[in-house]
Every structure is written in C-alpha cells, then in structure tokens.
C-alpha cells in the first residue's frame, strides 16, 4: 500500500518531463528549495513509518513517531507552496529566472500550502471514520468524525481567506475563479464541502467520502480550469508542449500502463477495504 501511494509522484513528474519539458525546467530550477523538502518530507515519512513498526524502545518509538508526524505535515505544505507559486505567476519560463526564495515565500503560495496540509488532514479523517465503523471500532470512528468536522470547517476558512488573497496578489485567477471558467466547479466545491459536514453530521460515512473528494477535486481543477490555458507566465499549453511525436508516444504509454495499472489499483484496495472475520 505504501509504494502504491507514490505512483502518483512517478506519473506526474514523467507526463510533465516529457510532455511539458521547458515547464519542468523552469518549475525544478526556480522551485527546487521546496521541491526538495517535499522530497526529503516524503522519504522520513516513509523511514519514520518502517522504523517504528520494528521499534521496541519508547524513546525510539517516540522520535520515529514525531518524525512521522512532522514529515506528514511538511511534505503536503511545501507541495502546495509550489502550487501557489505557479498559481501566482512567480515562475517565469527559463532556468532559475524565478526568486529563489520569494517564489514560494509569498501570500498566495503559503495559504495554498496550508490549504494543502488542511485537505490532507480533512481526506484522512474522512476517510477513516468508515474504516473505523467498519471494523467495529466506534469511538474511534467518533474521534475521527470530530476531527474532519473540525478541519472540514478550517478548510472553508482557509479557502474563503485564499480568495481574499488572490484578489489582492494573483487577480486573474480570481477573475476566473469567480466570474470565469472556474467559476462552476468552485461552486461545486464549495456545495460538496457544505454536504461533507452535513452527512458527517448524520454520520453517514459511506456517502461523505464522495462528497469530500467532490470538494478537493473541484477546488483543484477549478484552479487548473482558471489558469488554462497558461502554464507559465507568457507560455500557455500549445507553446509549451512537447513534439505531437512525443506527446502521441507519451500518450500510448500512459494507456497502456493505465490498462495495467487501474485494475491492480482497484484490487489492491478493494483487498484492503473487504471485511475481514476471524477463523473460529
């Protein structure tokens, strides 16, 4: 399960190599302070995980468990620093032409950053209180209920403070999140996000994990939709993009590997999700 949750970390760093090479160039150069801490965030949070299922210490299960801790949190915020930096205009085209540091050090990529750790925390908790129905552990689904009702509200906050913030420091993309072509799927986000707290409410757990996923997936595609056709200030999708010999190959490979990929995924976690009862 654990290495499955990286495919997505491959896919996306190969699609844009390939497919989108001078946006790469300009986003690994300008952005790599915290593309690297991401990247160390994931490799303790994978190291802290190993080490303290073996660990028999209780100082060493307490630093592995911190460690654990502090990468989770780590590892989605400077990911979402360098979201709201691309969101903000602030990687020009061009090998490290971009500030160093104020490229991702700014209003726009700090609030993405922690709206990125918030709907992290908000996912999981969802995520687990059926998990915890399901196998009968009921005040654990209890703890886990308040904690996403309390970070699902946070996430509202965080996301109404962003667009204050976007109006000020990005505006075309508030332009287009609230009058433009964003515009409907940051309505969707926003009811989906209402319903999650209601059906939390009412302790369906089963049906809030579609609504909560409606609500981050229309936050995220309302900020791609918004800022399409652009990818970098002055390049858009058609400059940017690799030869239609590349892109077809690339496109070829992704269907297939889909093809081999989607159905193992599926397996995978309808494994891990079916009931399981001990041998009398």
């Known amino acids: 399960m654990w290495e499955t949750n990286h495919v997505w970390l491959i896919f996306v760093l190969v699609l844009m190599w390939t497919g989108f090479p001078e946006v790469f160039a300009a986003v690994a150069s300008t952005l790599y302070i915290p593309l690297t801490l991401a990247a160390l965030g994931i490799i303790a949070r994978g190291a802290a995980f190993a080490f303290r299922k073996v660990s028999v210490e209780l100082w060493q299960q307490r630093l592995f468990g911190a460690t654990f801790a502090f990468s989770s949190l780590a590892t989605p915020f400077f990911l979402g620093t360098v979201a709201g930096a691309l969101a903000s205009g602030r990687v020009p085209p061009g090998i490290a032409e971009g500030d160093l540091v104020t490229s991702w050090l700014n209003p726009t990529a700090l ?103 409606l609500a981050v997936v229309g936050l995220l595609w309302g900020w791609g939709l918004g800022q399409y056709p652009h990818l970098l200030p002055d390049r858009n999708v058609d400059q940017a993009a690799s030869t239609n010999a590349v892109l077809t190959t690339t496109l070829g490979a992704l269907a297939v590997g889909a093809a081999l990929l989607l159905p193992s995924l599926w397996w995978l976690y309808a494994t891990f999700q079916r009931q399981h009862h001990p041998n009398p």
């Open 111 to 213: 609030i993405t950053g922690a709206l990125a750790v918030g709907t992290a925390a908000y996912l999981a908790a969802v995520y687990l209180t059926r998990d915890a129905e399901r196998t009968g552990e009921h005040d654990l689904a209890r703890s886990f209920r308040s904690r996403a009702l309390i970070t699902g509200v946070a996430v509202g906050v965080l996301s109404a403070a962003g667009l204050l913030i976007l109006h000020a420091d990005a505006h075309p993309l508030f332009t287009e999140l609230t009058s433009g072509r964003g515009l409907p799927l940051l309505v969707l986000s926003i009811a989906a996000g209402v319903a999650s707290l209601v059906l939390l409410w009412w302790r369906a757990y089963l049906l809030v994990r579609v609504t909560a996923a």
